[in-house]
């Protein structure tokens, strides 16, 4: 796939053919022994213990990624208040999510140049669903109690923030409803920032989480200057490759798949439940997709695997 010189993608495409994303931080962080319980799950460690989350980005570095997704997909200036923080805290601890992920990103980098055939990893900002603030398991249904107007200013107060942050595009994920879609699309047009890429939570391989068209929303976001990517994360691998193939069918943009497991998040009781599925990194580039990754209870070591099924570069 021809990528435009100007895109965040461009090298990563025009040398690899592929590009490879990290897995999921807070299932790293976990494994490493961090408390993330409560409703601000990793973004709580931004405050509590940052060092943490300079390994964790560290980890899926020199696992092979070839870009890092902030902290702040939990990080809301609306969570770190209710968490007792003052509004110009709450801010500074958002900006800081993209101010670590920099510094690691800045740090290994340096210490790799000129020691293998890599290309400078990306950094993106993750602007995660209004259900994640929730942290009721919204994100997985799409639906929330309030209207348009109200989630557009829950998304402002951090998209303004994340746009100037310093990252090399946003991250806007787990998208599960047609609105919230539209939400994004209105402050994407009004700041766009660094540019974006846009990954949707899907019940099946046509449907959004809320039940509305997967195609619709692909064609929504695709039209939209400054968008580098769109895609899918946090579903189902084995149902990725007919996700893949609708997005394919609805846009030209580079397409994204980042699933999870295959393990189901249980909100009542707050933990994952069933069984893994294999990730078929291989399946989902012959359906179409060119940025592959992991999302919740993907590590660094399923990542390492990922890059050595696809790519031939070889790490330090």
Known sequence: MKTPKDSPFHLFLERQGVMILDGGLATELEAAGADLSGDLWSARLLAADPARIRSAHLAFLEAGADCIVSASYQATVAGFVQDGCSPEEAEALVLLSVELAVQTRDLFWSGIRGGESRIRPLVAASIGPYGAYLADGSEYTGRYAIGEEELYRFHKSRWDLLAAAGADLLACETI????????????????????????????????????????????????????????????????????????????????????NSGERWDAGNRCWAGSRDDFQAEVWVEAGASLIGGCCRVGPEEIRRIRAALLATPLA
Not at 214 to 224: F, K
Request: aromatic share 4%; hydrophobic share 40%.
């Open 176 to 259: 599960p409803s047609l609105m919230e879609t539209g939400v994004l699309c209105r402050l994407m047009e009004e700041c766009p920032g660094p540019g974006a890429w846009f990954t949707f939570s899907c019940r099946d391989g046509r449907h959004l989480r809320d039940g509305s068209e997967l195609g619709e929303a692909v064609r929504m976001v695709s039209g939209l200057p400054g968008v580098a990517g769109v895609g899918v994360n946090c579903v189902d691998p084995a149902q990725a490759p007919a996700m893949i193939r609708t997005v394919k069918a609805h846009s030209s943009l580079p397409i994204l798949v980042y699933p």
